[in-house]
Each structure stands twice: as C-alpha cells, then as structure tokens.
C-alpha cells in the first residue's frame, strides 16, 4: 500500500516554462514533506520541504504547495531550465523525523531546449 | 558540506555470495539508512540505525543485515545474495529529530 503516490512516472517541459510535479498522500498523520532531486548515477538531493502549518513554502524558483484537505502537494519550478531535468522524489514524514520517511516512487522531468 | 561516501560504486556478484556494501558520512550524524531504489517503485527503507550498535528494520528487511560498530560508519550486508536483490542500494545520514537525509552517490549491484 503506497503512502505516497507520484501518478506521473514522467513529464516534459519546454524551457522557461512551468513544471508542476505533483504528490499525493493518504496518510493523515504525514505532517512534514520533502522533495528529492536525483541525477542519473547521483544521490538524491534535498530540494525543499514544508510543514504542515504552512501551505507554502518558496524558494527561489521552487515553490512547494500543501493542500491538506486534499491531502495534496505540489512542486512548482519556474522558469525551468534544462538543469532541472532530473528525477524528483516526494517524500513525507509523520513526525519530523527521518526515521518515519516515505518516499513516492518519483518523477522524471525533461525540460526541453 | 556532508559527504556521504559508499565504498563501491558498480558491483556484480553471484547468486549465494556474501556481500558487503559500505558507507562512510564525514558529519557526525547520529542517523543512517539504507534505501534501495528501483524503478516504479521509490525509495524503500531497508535498515536504519540512530546510534552505534542500534539497528531497526525498514520497510523490506528480508534478506539483509547490517552493522553499525563506528558512528560514521554504516554497513549493508547479503548473506546470500539473490537476483532479485539487483537494484542501486542508496546510502543517507541525518542528524537526530530533522527530516533531511544526505545521500551517497549509490551502488549498484547485479546479482547474476
């Protein structure tokens, strides 16, 4: 049973556009959520997280959106660049703490010259 | 910056070989993990260990073990390894009570 669930196994952008990675969750005790970007024969790198008293948190060209009712985040990137073209995992945590983090099972971004 | 090392980069290796994957983090995290990554599927926790000598089962611990004698030091181990355990193992660390993890640059492994 898959806690977090990323439905696009891969997107395409056309540069300077948006890209908007989504993430869904079905576990309501989930109340910190991270994204991993990962480069082929890379480890995952943190990108941006948010808490669940917040419904967004921005950072430079990414913008993180939680919907919680919706039980619902979102990864916004703009513009993008063909430096973003890489793997994005979804992660999430129901205590803040890594012991607990449940990663989706990510998706490919292609971003376009 | 955190710099998590693994040991091997690329290995193959028979069924029923022992196999050990090593990982080294340079910030005196109190946590470390293994993940294994395979496609359509994520990253799934396999072990985790919050101090030396402790240990707790991840999601999908069958067939592995690991040892944690050193605080920086994080060991991943196939007493007999299978096909089915062919996939990129992932090693991270975190300090104690945040939810960002460093990774390692991976291992992949072929079990032939």
């Known amino acids: 049973d898959q806690q977090v669930k990323q439905n696009s196994p891969s997107l395409s952008v056309q540069e300077g556009r948006i890209s908007i990675l989504n993430c869904d969750y079905t576990n309501s005790m989930f109340d910190y959520f991270l994204w991993y970007k990962k480069y082929p024969a890379e480890g995952p790198t943190f990108l941006i997280s948010?808490?669940?008293?917040?419904d967004k948190n921005e950072d430079g060209r990414f913008t993180v959106f939680l919907n919680k009712s919706a039980k619902h985040l979102s990864l916004h990137i703009v513009p993008s660049q063909p430096g973003d073209s890489a793997v994005y995992f979804c992660a999430a945590s129901a205590s803040g703490s890594a012991r607990q983090l449940t990663f989706g099972s990510g998706t490919q971004l292609t971003v376009l010259p | 910056d955190v710099k998590v090392t693994q040991s091997s980069r690329y290995l193959v290796k028979r069924t029923g070989e022992k196999v050990f994957l090593e990982c080294v983090q340079d910030m005196d995290h109190e946590n470390m993990f293994w993940y294994r990554q395979d496609p359509g599927l994520g990253l799934r926790l396999i072990y985790f260990s919050y101090d030396v000598k402790m240990k707790e089962k991840g999601d999908i611990p069958e067939g592995y073990s690991v040892s944690r004698e050193k605080k920086e030091r994080f060991s991943l181990i196939l007493e007999s390894a299978s096909t089915n355990q062919t996939s990129m193992y992932l090693c991270?660390?975190?300090?104690?009570?945040?939810?960002?993890?460093?990774f390692g640059e991976g291992s992949r492994l072929t079990v032939l």
């Open positions: 991270a660390s975190s300090r104690h009570r945040t939810g960002e993890l460093f």
């Open positions: 948010i808490s669940s008293i917040k």
